[in-house]
């Protein structure tokens, strides 16, 4: 058992250590995808033209896949936290994104403009839990096999 | 008569370490059919185009998004940071978990049917520069979405996951909380736009 002192060494010891910007890269993805959904709200009742919201599709895309890279090269860190708080923020933020999709699809959107949409709301729906999961495990103790 | 109760000696960081603590949970249960039941009637509401239950899931849900950003921005946050640290724990085990589910459904609640509704009564459709104004009203939202989610969010699961260790840590709690403040601010700064906004374009 892990005495109360340990424990605090241990978050202690979380709290200073150095971890990627994996925070700061799902935010600035966020913020690429987010921004292209102003971008092609602002243009209604007519159809936007599709390049700089692609452009900003593409930069939020490549953001969430370095962020994916970046977790799978960490060592020493909480993966069932991360895991335990990833699956649930991921089935919520589908529901949202479902209801979102949903909300498109009724208002008649399609083609094109539907597809750079939904590519945009999936970054969203991955980007939010990677973002929450991160969050919180940095902070939780790490589990290691017995023997280790 | 006053409750007498006994403390065991502090830490350094103000937490008394065998001080009994309430239970976190993190997600409460029983409030998620109640989110269930609320999400399905908005559903309804958008795929029947039910103008009147657009307008009412609009109104409650905004005026509830606005009016507890704002008071938790500038009235519980300023309480909040002025509390001892042990103080802020036994109130955050509390208030936390009822904003993981209580938020979010607004904000979808809010956001779905004024989509919808701004549709319908063809706001959607005016012209620059009025449009302007609708355009204002979705940065103000993204602006929003990026500092709850980014920001706030993480710091509210962060400091529930460390309340539910048996020592958790009171630095990173107080470092969390402060984000929380901060955040809870910029958002209440960001409501006194929308309610900018939003009387504008409903008086055009």
């Known amino acids: 058992m892990v005495s109360g002192e340990a424990a605090r060494r241990n978050t202690a010891a979380n709290l200073d250590r150095r971890l990627p910007p994996i925070a700061e890269l799902a935010v600035a993805s966020m913020i690429f995808v987010i921004s292209g959904g102003i971008y092609l709200a602002a243009y209604l009742p007519e159809s936007a033209p599709l390049g700089t919201a692609i452009g900003l599709l593409i930069a939020g895309v490549v953001l969430l896949l370095a962020n994916v890279v970046a977790l799978s090269r960490l060592h020493d860190f909480a993966w069932d936290t991360f895991f335990l708080v990833g699956r649930w923020t991921l089935l919520a933020y589908a529901v949202i994104a479902g209801m979102l999709e949903f909300v498109f699809v009724v208002d008649q959107t399609r083609g094109s403009l539907l597809v750079v949409m939904t590519l945009m709301l999936v970054v969203f729906a991955v980007d939010i839990p990677l973002l929450l999961a991160f969050s919180v495990a940095r902070y939780q103790p790490v589990r290691r096999p017995v023997g280790e | ?204």
Do not use: C
């Open chain 2, 1 to 204: 008569m006053a409750d007498a109760t006994v403390q065991s000696p502090a830490t350094p960081l103000g937490i008394a370490p065998d001080m009994a603590r309430p239970a976190v949970q993190v997600v409460p249960v029983q409030g998620i059919p109640i989110v269930a039941v609320v999400i399905a009637l908005l559903i309804v509401a958008i795929a029947g185009n039910w103008l009147w239950a657009l307008n009412f899931f609009h109104v409650v849900g905004g005026g509830l998004w606005t009016g507890i950003d704002l008071f938790v921005g500038f009235i519980i946050g300023p309480i909040l940071g002025r509390m001892s640290i042990q103080a802020r724990m036994e109130f955050s085990a509390r208030f936390m978990p009822k904003m993981v589910l209580l938020m979010p459904t607004l904000v979808t609640m809010t956001l779905a049917s004024g989509w919808q509704l701004a549709r319908h009564l063809s706001f959607l459709t005016v012209a620059y520069p009025q449009h302007w104004w609708l355009v204002a009203s979705f940065i103000v939202v993204g602006i929003m979405a990026v500092v709850a989610i980014g920001i706030l969010e993480p710091a509210n699961l962060a400091v529930l996951f460390e309340l539910r260790k048996p020592h958790p840590n009171g630095e990173l709690i107080g470092r969390l909380m402060r984000r929380f403040i901060y955040s809870a601010g910029i958002t209440g700064l960001m409501q006194v736009a929308t309610l900018v906004i939003m009387t504008r374009i409903a008086t055009w």
